[in-house]
């Protein structure tokens, strides 16, 4: 079934790097969508990994007095440590170094130098040292001739290099954007694209041959494959799209091409047109998606060392040790920049948001409605409709709420709108909220005559919680997990039934739950800078 499968990557990150909050939140927007679409019963491949080629390898490396492969494996193991201490499900790891991605770049670049796509040739540009990226004249101008991440002037530099012919894919490129429109997103990001594509394009140098810490060219081994290229190439290295025949690539290439390539905004442009273009030039199926998220700052100030307020896995950790791993991923996922501005993560704001939402609705109404079971019912999940005397509960019709809200729940998480997905499953808690104070369960318990009804309410009460675990499982693992054993649910994602779970009627009457307290209120963290 082919199209049941489903691809979706992070960008593979740099080994100079230590990780921090912007890596964190990428693979875990994955994981969620991950965790989802495979509950949904889809075929999913998730990847990530790191990118550990390049200049400043080498000279982080060269500085340490180490080799830059040691300086390599010592930082990818760190973020594959991430992989484990945060839960994430990655399907595979790739990393650059491993010798099935350098073989399978070899032959793609064979390819493009096939068709020539790439052509040896002399440039000369504005360099971006740091960020190793040349900018055209318009684009050095704008940024007033210094680097817009470190600030550092560009250098006019001039290379003998190998080309890839990107001048000729650009109205193939504009065709494909007016076609598919949903390619880049959000929607502000791709008018940056399409703006930058009408100031026309130019070949880029795919070559290096100022360091050697690079794939070589297969042609010509004196210079290096630069690592922009080599490193997008890994989508389609880890699938073994050069080697399909091969036994580890066998079972792969059937989730070609990515439906979503996550990344940040700021490595768009390489995502989202250089790659197409090499793709096309491959004759690849190009992905569906390049959504590209805006950055995090840290209250409310860009992350900086000096400022101490660096978002780091030891920060991370101290949010993780006070509020749970469930809560950091609800709050990364909702307060999130997943749109096309740049999100605060302050831990007053993080605070509230644990209390008003985790602790005050969905644990709130989790306790509420089994404690009123245990204690009316001895535990024991009564009958859905009274025997006679129907309440008057017209106004909500839960099987059809249930019903709308997950439907408009999972339609946002395939279209990537995760905190779409997550407010209609808590829209659904708060409604049951009010259902609650509207019906006054506690007060009819007082009444031996109207048992029925109370029975009613509060398995109408419970099912909706129910149905909303299961929509918010995906962000909340541990915690939904742990309610559904409290209610005794056999419930297994693995099993790929989703939408089986959130039909109407999933809770028996006759079975037994035990009371929950999902969300414990917490003592305030103290500021990230305040360390
Ligand atoms: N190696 C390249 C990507 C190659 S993909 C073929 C790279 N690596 S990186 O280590 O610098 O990681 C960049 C990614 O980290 C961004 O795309 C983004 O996902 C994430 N972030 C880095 N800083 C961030 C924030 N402050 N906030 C959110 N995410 C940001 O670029």
């Not at 990994?49 to 200049?55: A, S």
């Not at 099935?100 to 064979?110: A, D, I, T």
């Not at 995090?296 to 307020?309: D, F, H, Y």
């Not at 245990?374 to 106004?395: F, H, M, Q, T, W």
């Amino acid at each position: 079934m082919p199209e049941n499968t489903t691809y979706i990557t992070t960008p593979i990150y740099y080994v100079n790097d230590k990780p921090h909050i912007g890596h964190v939140y990428s693979t875990t927007v994955c994981d969620v969508w991950a965790r989802f679409m495979r509950f949904a019963g889809r075929d999913v491949f998730f990847l990530t990994g790191t990118d550990e080629h390049g200049v400043k390898v080498e000279k982080s490396a060269k500085e340490r007095g180490i080799e830059p492969q040691e300086l390599a494996d010592e930082n990818a193991a760190i973020f594959e440590s991430v992989i484990g201490s945060f839960e994430l499900t990655n399907d595979d790891f790739i990393r650059t170094t491993h010798d099935y991605h350098v073989r399978q770049v070899q032959k793609f670049v064979e390819k493009l130098l096939a068709v020539d796509a790439v052509y040896l040739g002399e440039f000369e540009g504005w360099y971006d040292e740091g960020q190793e990226e040349y900018h055209t004249e318009t684009k050095a101008r704008e940024f007033d001739y210094k680097s817009p991440i470190n600030g550092k002037p560009f250098v006019r530099a001039r290379e003998k290099n190998y080309y890839f012919r990107l001048s000729a894919f650009q109205q193939r490129l504009e065709e494909f954007f007016e076609q598919q429109r949903g390619f880049i997103r959000p929607d502000a990001r791709r008018n940056e694209v399409l703006g930058r594509l009408r100031e026309g394009l130019q070949d880029v140098p795919i070559s290096r041959t100022n360091f050697s810490w690079g794939i070589p060219m297969p042609n010509d081994p004196e210079h290096v494959i630069y690592v922009w290229i080599e490193a997008l190439m890994n989508y389609a290295t880890a699938l073994g799209m050069a080697e399909p025949d091969s036994d580890r690539f066998a079972q792969r290439a059937k989730y070609w091409p990515a439906d979503y390539h996550i990344i940040g905004k700021e490595i768009l442009w390489f995502h989202a047109v250089i790659w197409p273009a090499v793709l096309m030039a491959l004759e690849l199926p190009l992905p569906k998606c390049i959504y590209a998220h805006s950055f995090w700052i840290s209250e409310g100030q860009k992350m900086s060392k000096t400022l101490g307020n660096f978002i780091d896995l030891k920060t991370i950790e101290e949010f993780v040790n006070t509020y749970g791993l469930d809560t950091w991923r609800y709050y990364l996922l909702t307060q999130g920049p997943l749109g096309a501005t740049d999100a605060d993560l302050s831990a007053a704001h993080f605070h509230e948001i644990y209390n008003t939402d985790l602790v005050n609705t969905v644990g709130n109404c989790a306790s509420r409605v089994t404690a009123m079971i245990n204690k009316y019912y001895d535990g024991v999940v009564p009958n859905e409709s009274p025997s006679d005397n129907r309440l008057e509960i017209a106004d909500y019709g839960w099987p059809t709420l249930t019903r709308e809200a997950a439907s408009i729940s999972i339609e946002a998480m395939e279209r990537f709108d995760i905190p779409g997905s997550v407010a209609a499953a808590l829209g659904l808690v708060r409604k049951v909220d009010g259902f609650i104070n509207k019906t006054e369960p506690f007060k009819l318990a007082k009444d031996e005559t109207r048992r029925d009804e109370l029975g009613a309410i509060l398995y109408q009460c419970l099912e909706a919680v129910r149905i909303a675990s299961v929509l918010l499982w995906g962000v909340m693992p541990s915690k939904m997990s742990e309610l559904w054993e409290a209610l005794a649910l056999p419930i297994d994602p693995a099993e790929g039934n989703l939408l089986d779970l959130t039909a109407w009627g999933g809770i028996h009457p006759g079975l037994k739950v035990q009371k929950v307290a999902l969300f414990p209120r917490v003592e305030r963290k103290e500021e990230v800078a305040a360390k």
